[in-house]
C-alpha cells in the first residue's frame, strides 16, 4: 500500500493493516522520509511493526510531510528496477 508521509497517511495505513494485517507498504518507511529530508545514516528497523514505528518516531521529530508526488521517480522506478534482468 502507498500512503502520504503525514497524520493523514499514518491512519490510512492504520486502516488498511487492521483489514489486512499481511498488506505491506511500499516506499513508507523512515529510510524513504530520511532521504526526502535530505538525513543520512538512517537505516530500515527491523520487522514490520519496527519500520512503522521508527517511522513515525522520525515523522514526530521533524513534522514535514512527504506526499506521493514527490516520490513519483522513485516510484516509476521501482517497477522498472525490478523487471531488470541481468544477461
Known sequence: MRADIDDAGFVVVEQVRSVAPAAKTWRFDAVTYAGQLG????????????????????????????????????LIGDPAAALTVDC
Not at 59 to 64: G, V, W
Open 39 to 74: 538525513l543520512t545514516g538512517v537505516e530500515l528497523a527491523d520487522g514490520r511493526d519496527g519500520h512503522l514505528r521508527q517511522l513515525r518516531e522520525l515523522y514526530a521529530q521533524h513534522r514535514i510531510p512527504v506526499h506521493k508526488e514527490s516520490l513519483l521517480d522513485q
